[in-house]
C-alpha cells in the first residue's frame, strides 16, 4: 500500500524555522511532482508549494514566496519544505501529496499523507 509520511512539524515562535520532510514506502518519489499542502481550521486546503519530478522546478505561494524552500532528495527519497521567518498565519496542517505534474490543483494530487501540526506561536 503506498503510503506518504510526515514529520518535522512542532511549535516554534514567530521567526523561528521548521523542516518539513515527506517520505514514502512502497513507492519512489522520484517520478512524482510532490506538492505541499495545509490547511488552517476552518479554512479550505491551501496549495503552499510543489516540485516537479523532471526538471525540479518549483513553484511557491504569495504568502511563502521568499520564505520556504521546496527541495527534493532522491538518494534518500524524501522531500522536503524550509520553513523560515515563520508566521502565525502559517499554523496549519502541513500535507505532502503526490502528483504528475506541479500544480496548486488540490484534486489533481492523488497520493496523501496523514499531515503534520505546525503551531507558530508566541
Known amino acids: 500500500q503506498v503510503q506518504l509520511v510526515e514529520s518535522g512539524g512542532g511549535l516554534v515562535q514567530p521567526g523561528g524555522s521548521l523542516r518539513l520532510s515527506c517520505t514514502a514506502s512502497r513507492f519512489t518519489l522520484d517520478y512524482y511532482a510532490i506538492g505541499w499542502f495545509r490547511q488552517a481550521p476552518g479554512k479550505g486546503r491551501e496549495g503552499v508549494s510543489c516540485i516537479s519530478s523532471s526538471d525540479g522546478n518549483t513553484y511557491y505561494a504569495d504568502s511563502v514566496k521568499g520564505r520556504f524552500t521546496i527541495s527534493r532528495d532522491n538518494a534518500k527519497n524524501t522531500v522536503y519544505l524550509q520553513m523560515n521567518g515563520l508566521k502565525p498565519e502559517d499554523t496549519a496542517v502541513y500535507y505532502c501529496?503526490?502528483?504528475?505534474?506541479?500544480?496548486?490543483?488540490?484534486?489533481?494530487?492523488?497520493?496523501w499523507g496523514q499531515g503534520t501540526q505546525v503551531t507558530v506561536s508566541s
Open positions: 501529496a503526490t502528483s504528475h505534474g506541479c500544480t496548486v490543483v488540490a484534486g489533481l494530487y492523488n497520493y
